[in-house]
């Protein structure tokens, strides 16, 4: 599986030119594209990239990647992430990472986004990996109930979780906020579902990526898919 990863790494990094500006994913897989790039950038080509977390971060500065922030440049000409699942429209699920935040930002400030994956991603509809739900801490009662009712109106519903770190306590994104899992095995209108998350106050962002991501790049038994 981790060699799948690495192919489509590098089947994505064919698509890296000389001087652009590249958002940097998070995860296993984004990892094998920021070892590549690195191996790229040390033998000439001129690039920079905004990490989509501090695990990413450092992992760059490691290969010897530049980096800059979206406070220091206008756009980013290609973003290159993994995904928890991905369907035939585009729509992903992300987060399994717990970068989603970061990893929406930079993938809306960039041109295009291209997701590389081990085709098992690949989904005829998305929801059967957990939807992260990033939320603030305060008030998680009424956020809870409030994407419940959210889950109703969109015709899905299934347990809640908040996710814990390996260490047992509770997961803290880089963004200080918390992470709540929906096990919803069954997302019927992605896009819908996205809209009503995202107009809860206590949510802070969600793993659906809906009209973000323009191409993938699967990996599989059979060889590389890129799908556009
Ligand atoms: C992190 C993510 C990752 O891209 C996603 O979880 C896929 O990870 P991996 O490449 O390790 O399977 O969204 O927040």
Redesign the pocket.
């Known amino acids: 599986m981790d060699q799948l990863?690495r192919q489509a790494a590098a089947r994505a990094l064919e698509e890296v030119r000389d001087g652009m500006q590249l958002g940097l994913?998070?995860?296993?897989?984004?990892?094998h594209f920021v070892e590549l790039l690195g191996e790229r950038v040390a033998t000439g080509l001129k690039v920079i990239g905004v990490p989509?977390?501090e695990t990413t971060r450092a992992d760059a500065m490691r290969c010897g990647v530049p980096l800059t922030t979206l406070d220091e440049i206008d756009h980013l000409d290609m973003t290159v992430?993994?995904?928890?699942e991905i369907d035939p429209d585009f729509n992903?699920?992300?987060?399994?990472?717990?970068?989603?935040l970061r990893?929406k930002i930079v993938a809306a400030a960039s041109d295009r986004m291209i997701?590389?994956?081990?085709d098992t991603?690949w989904v005829p509809t998305l929801g059967k990996f957990p939807l992260?739900i990033e939320v603030i801490p305060f008030g998680l009662g009424a956020t809870r109930r409030a994407i419940e009712k959210a889950f109703a109106v969109c015709g899905v519903s299934g347990q809640m979780a908040v996710r814990k770190a390996k260490d047992g306590h509770v997961f803290v994104t880089d963004g200080g906020h918390w992470i709540v899992d929906a096990q919803l095995g069954c997302i019927v209108d992605p896009p819908g579902l996205a809209t009503a998350l995202s107009a809860i106050p206590g949510v802070v962002e969600h793993?659906l990526f809906i009209g973000l991501a323009s191409s993938a790049v699967l990996a599989g038994g059979e060889g590389i898919r890129v799908i556009e």
């Not at 994913?25 to 990892?31: E, I, L, N, Q």
């Not at 997701?115 to 081990?118: E, K, L, S």
């Open positions: 990863k994913g998070t995860g296993s897989t984004a990892k989509t977390s992430d993994g995904a928890d992903l699920i992300k987060g399994g990472g717990g970068a989603l990893e997701v590389i994956a081990d991603k992260p793993g």
